[in-house]
């Protein structure tokens, strides 16, 4: 339920003991939303000259990377210059994290961050402790009506231990949060969550993509009565049209997405006017790159990262693996950020035939699109001898969606140039991996 201000003011309060500063830093994040789109490009410019200054004198990294290429600060003219600088690769993350530290960062104030993401590849990161990432999520909660002393649900992994819980509890306190793990959900925990939820009756539930369709899921084949939140934040894995439908029908609210990771926390997320998502480029700059390396505006690439905010474990032009495109801001556009689409997928999730014909991830995960409505959930496998394999969760039975299933296999087909056999079959459930949910598996070896 919303709190009053009562509730905002003791936990600005809190958080400020915690945090100090954290309350001025959200009003100036605030502030820029009063501004113009050249306003943030100017700031975002003034902060990636500081940034790239500063990597290059203190890390030994950066020094001996842009060293190799012959570039040093002062060619930093202009975003062309920018755009030419090496990008950061996960592979260099891997073996140099160790070199990229600010020579005049400690470890000891420094989160360090292990994740190997949807690619299975181990990678650390450092994040420095004194930076309030909440700050940012606060903004984009201010977006969709949310306050950030409001109670909320979470479907999403949970911390272990007692030392960890207290500090959940303190980090949270006044407001209640209502969770439910992720990663080991079974219908007594979704019985208790449920409960407690109706009772508690949030504005927010917040979770995995997978967490959060195994909670649908239940709550529609149970007939459970479930109160409705205002929003259905959802994040960690790209979300198909099939399984937005999905979560709104069947929990109530509307759902926002949210792009960020654990390299690089709050990319961008969805705001109310629902076009594309919004890029938080006061902090963060996303760049498409093409097959060329060329950045490019309006068409599928792979995105460059860099974080304005983290000068101790610099990450600059990171290509992290994911595939979305940079929009054209349209006209009238009531906010200054600027935009992204949707990720739809990562570099290594897609389809492949003997002879290199390649179907992507962001194509895949639209091919219901046309007609969700029957659909529940999907998943494409590729296995190792390059056959595929289509997983359908249905609404209806199998008789009544067998021209649509008929239809999506022969397309599939004709794409892949009939060099791979494509099956499609309807199960009852698709197992998430702890909360999240993969569209895209395969077992051949790119």
């Not at 929003?231 to 759902?255: D, F, H, K, M």
Request: glycine share 6%; charged share 30%; net charge positive.
């Amino acid at each position: 339920m919303a709190r009053t201000n009562k509730y905002h003011s003791l936990f600005m309060w809190k958080y400020n003991l915690l945090k100090p500063g954290s309350y001025d830093y959200y009003q100036k994040l605030c502030h820029v939303e009063t501004r113009s789109h050249d306003y943030l490009e100017d700031l975002a410019w003034q902060r990636t000259r500081r940034l790239v200054a500063e990597a290059y004198r203190h890390s030994e990294f950066y020094l001996q990377k842009y060293r190799s290429v012959g570039f040093e600060p002062g060619d930093l003219k202009d975003w062309s210059d920018f755009e030419r600088l090496p990008p950061l690769t996960r592979g260099e993350i891997a073996e140099y994290a160790r070199d990229i530290i600010h020579d005049g960062a400690s470890l000891s104030n420094l989160n360090k961050v292990t994740t190997g993401g949807s690619t299975g590849e181990p990678l650390t990161v450092y994040h420095p402790r004194s930076i309030n990432r909440a700050a940012a999520l606060w903004r984009m909660k201010s977006w969709w009506g949310i306050n950030p002393n409001e109670d909320y649900g979470t479907v999403y992994r949970q911390g272990v231990g007692r030392r960890k819980r207290l500090k959940d509890f303190v980090t949270n306190w006044p407001l209640t949060t209502v969770p439910l793990n992720a990663e080991s959900i079974d219908e007594e925990s979704i019985k208790r969550f449920i409960k407690t939820w109706n009772r508690r009756k949030p504005r927010l539930l917040h979770g995995y993509v997978g967490g959060l369709a195994e909670l649908a899921e239940y709550i529609e084949e149970n007939r459970v009565i479930f109160h409705a939140p205002k929003i259905i934040w959802t994040t960690s894995a790209p979300i198909s049209s099939v399984q937005r439908r999905t979560l709104e029908t069947n929990l109530g609210g509307a759902v926002f997405d949210q792009y960020g990771s654990c390299e690089i926390y709050t990319i961008a997320a969805e705001g109310p006017e629902k076009v594309g998502l919004r890029v938080f480029n006061d902090i963060r700059r996303v760049e498409s790159l093409d097959e060329n390396g060329r950045s490019v505006m309006g068409k599928e690439g792979r995105l460059h990262v860099t974080d304005l905010e983290n000068h101790s474990f610099p990450l600059i032009r990171y290509e992290n693996g994911d595939c979305a495109a940079t929009i054209i801001r349209p006209v009238g556009c009531p906010h200054p950020y600027s935009l992204m689409t949707p990720v739809k997928g990562r570099v290594s999730e897609s389809i492949r035939t003997p002879n290199g014909t390649i179907l992507t991830g962001e194509y895949l995960t639209t091919i219901f699109d046309d007609k969700p409505e029957p659909i529940k959930q999907f998943r494409v496998h590729q296995f190792s001898d390059y056959d595929i394999e289509v997983q359908v969760v249905a609404r209806r039975e199998a008789s009544e969606i067998a021209e649509q299933l008929k239809s999506v296999k022969h397309v599939l087909e004709e794409k892949l140039k009939k060099e791979c056999a494509v099956q499609i079959r309807t199960v009852e459930r698709i197992q998430h991996d702890r909360g999240k949910l993969r569209f895209i598996t395969t077992d051949v070896k790119h």
